[in-house]
C-alpha cells in the first residue's frame, strides 16, 4: 500500500466485463458502474463505444497484444489499487468475462491484499459470443454434449509481463491437448487467442484422436461489423486462415457444429454489414442513426463535426415566452430548438400552459417526437421536411397581421421568415441556440477517407458539411469524391454539399434519420442486384 494514501477515504473497484466487442451486449450492470466512475481502466478488447457512458469519467487505456504491453500487469494492478485509495470509483473494463482466461483473479487478489472493497460484473465471454454472431451453436443435441474451452496460450514461468488473455505468451502444447475424441459423446472445442498457436492446437487436436475431416473455424473480431470468418476440415484450415488474412484477436471452434454456420449464420448477412460509416452529427444526437446503423450490420464511426450549445441569454427569447399568449403561431425547425425551449422554460419555472390557445408547427416528425417530450403536440407537420413545404402548406389561408415566432438556430436560411413576411405576417425570429464546428483531431479522418477506408458520409444538416470542408481545408472537398459514397438527408443539405464540390449519392427522400438510413440501405441494395445482373 502506497503510505502517502492512508488515512484518505478508500474508493472502490468493478471487475467488469465489456463483453466480447458489440457494444449493445454490455449488461445493464456494467453501463450503471461505467455512469458512476470517476475513472475506467479499459483495455484493447473493450469496445470504445462503451466509453460514452462514462462521459466524465477519466479513461486510461492499458490493453495489450501479442508481444505488445502497454502496462505490465503488475502495474495495472497496482494502478486500480492507486486509484481506489485516493477515493476514486474505479471500473475496470475488460473484454469478454473477466475470469474466462483474463487477469481479474489477479487484479481482485491485489485489492483484497490492499483491503479494497470490489465488484464483479460477468460479461459475454467471446467463446459463446463470436460463434453465435457466425451462426455456430456451440453445442446442438445432434452434434455435440459437451463443450471445452481452452485458452491458445499458457503462463510461462519466465515471463513476468503478462498480457491481457495471455497474449504474447509462450505456448505450452501439453496445454493446449483437447479431450480425447470420443464418437459417442462428442465435444465442441474452442480455443481462444490461439492464431499463433495454432499449428501445435492442430496437432493436438488430432493426437487426441479427432478425424481430420472434424469442421473448424477461425472466427476474427467475433461481434463486430469487421467479423471475419474462415472454416474448413481440421487438416486444412491452416492453410485456409492464413489465405483469408485471419489475424488476432480470434477464436477457434472445431467439431461438428462448425457444418452449421451454413444455414445459421445471420450476422454478417445483414445488408450493411461491414460498411464503415460516417456519422457527422453533433455528438448529443449520434446515437440515434449509429443505432440504427449498427442493427443493419454497419460499423458507425461517430465523429461530429458540430456541436450544440445554448445561447448566452439576451432576453429575447424569455420574452416571446412569456409573450405566446399573443401569438397565433409557433414554429419550430429543429428537435434542437425545442430542447432549447424546453431547458429555458425550466430556469423560469414556466410549463406548457404559456402556450395557450397557440398553434404549433413542427418542420419533421423528429421535432414533433421532441414536443412530446415536454407534453407539446404539433398541430402542423409539413408533406416535405423542409423549410420551403411548411412555408406552402401551413394551414392559414390568410397569414395577414398574424403574429408567427419561429424557433431556430442562430446561423440559418431566411427562407421561411421571409416567405411568411411576404404573406403579411408579423415574424420574430428568435434564435435559440447555436452549431459551432468540432473537428478537434480530424486529419486522422481525412486520411482514412482519402485512403479509402470509410465507405459512407452521412451529412444530417449543412452545417456538417461546411464544417468538414473547413477541417479539409486546404485541400478541397472534392478530394473526397470518389473515394467515398456521400449521403446526404435532404436538398438544402445536399446542395450545400454540391456547391462545396462533394455532391450526394444518396439524398433521402424522406428528410429523417429513418429516412437516410432507408436511402443508404436502398442505394446497396440496388449495387447488389446490378452485380447479380448478367
Known sequence: MNDSNRGRKTGSVALVGAGPGDPGLLTLRGKELLE????????RLAHPALLQYAPNAEHLYVGKSSSRHTMPQMEISRLLVDRAL??????RLKGGDSFVFGRGGEELEACVEAGIPFEVVPGITSAI??????GIPVSHRHYASA??????H??????????EEHAGEKSQPAALMPPVYNPAAPWTLIYLMGVENLPQIIECVKTAGYPVQTPAALIQWGTRPNQRVVAGPLDRIQEIAQEGGIQSPAITVIGEVVQLRQTLRWFDNRPLFGKRILVTRAREQASELSVRLRLLGAEPIEYPMIKIQPLQSDGLLDSALKRLKDTDWVIFTSANGVRAVANRMMELKLDARIFGSCKIAAIGPATDEALHTVGLWADFVPSRFVAESLLEELPEHCLTNRRILIVRAKEARDVLPDGLAAKGAQVEVIPAYETVPDAEGASELINEILNGQMDVITFASSSTVRNLAAALAPKP????AGKVVVASIGPVTSKTATELGLPPDIEAPVHTIPGLVEAILSFYSERKAEKGRP
Open 36 to 43: 458512476q466512475a470517476d475513472v475506467v481502466v479499459y483495455d
Open 86 to 91: 485516493t477515493g476514486q470509483r474505479v471500473v
Open 154 to 163: 499458457r503462463r510461462d514461468e519466465a515471463d513476468t509481463t503478462t498480457g
Open 147 to 152: 463443450i471445452a474451452i481452452i485458452t491458445g
Open 129 to 134: 459470443a463470436a460463434p453465435a454472431y457466425a
Open 477 to 480: 472537398m472534392s478530394d473526397l
